[in-house]
């Protein structure tokens, strides 16, 4: 079962940052935080993932709470392709079978608005 | 030049048929990924292969059968195929079992008459 909290929906304008929240309030010290999105009759695609620290890379940046208990994912210039389902996901750092398991919830239906 | 690739994507048939998907990862991935997207679009790993050899297998009918006759491909059969079988099927695939990152196909978009 999903162990994240998410919005289920959000609108952006083009051009500007979005900001997804994520709670993630029982996560443990082993578990990573890591996003997705699912663009309309596409598989999903990986954005980004973290463990504490702050994460930026092309795509986007992942600011990671103090207590790691909620996240948030930074879309700096949102354009109309990043129109999406994201995904916010918890997965236990291990080796094999645990740590290979991608459970999805919900997600956040983001529309890029002109 | 596709990363993961299924075959078909769109499959349409009647109940109680048996049919396959195929999935091909170019990649150079140990490991292999089936999972299904219902019609409320929650995504559920079914089952992954890591050297051809199956390390995840949730709670899944028997009448779906996993086969990997080497690390770039995996298949998925399905026997006895029923209405509610009718969903997205998506294959993926990660370098190894350290939890890198996994990378999807586009999906077989499956429905049962």
């Known amino acids: 079962d999903a162990k994240t909290t998410q919005p289920p929906s959000m609108d952006c304008a083009e051009g500007r940052a979005a900001n997804l929240p994520c709670n993630h309030s029982t996560i443990s010290g082993n578990e990573y935080v890591y996003w997705y999105r699912q663009i309309h009759s596409q598989g999903p695609q990986y954005i980004i993932h973290?463990?504490?620290n702050n994460e930026t890379n092309e795509m986007a940046s992942l600011i990671i709470t103090e207590d790691r208990k909620s996240s948030t994912l930074i879309l700096p210039h949102a354009t109309l392709r990043d129109t999406a389902v994201y995904y916010c996901?918890?997965?236990?750092?291990?080796?094999?079978?645990?740590?290979?398991?991608?459970?999805f919830g919900g997600g956040t239906r983001v529309l890029v608005k002109p | 030049d596709t990363a993961v690739s299924q075959t078909p994507k769109y499959l349409v048939t009647q109940m109680g048929n048996d049919k396959s998907i195929k999935c091909e990862q170019n990649?150079?991935?140990?490991?292999m990924y089936w999972y299904k997207q219902d019609s409320k679009k929650f995504l559920k790993i079914m089952f992954s292969?890591?050297?051809?050899?199956?390390?995840i297998n949730e709670t899944v009918p028997n009448r779906f059968s996993p086969k990997s006759p080497d690390k770039a491909h995996l298949n998925l059969h399905i026997n006895s195929l029923e209405l509610g079988d009718s969903a997205v099927y998506f294959c993926?695939?990660?370098?190894?079992?350290?939890?890198?990152?996994?990378?999807f196909g586009d999906g077989t978009r499956l429905s049962i008459l």
């Open positions: 993926a695939s990660s370098p190894g079992i350290l939890g890198q990152p996994q990378h």
């Open positions: 292969y890591n050297n051809k050899e199956l390390i």
């Open positions: 990649l150079g991935h140990d490991t």
């Open positions: 973290g463990l504490k």
């Open positions: 996901i918890v997965r236990v750092s291990a080796f094999g079978a645990a740590g290979n398991k991608l459970t």
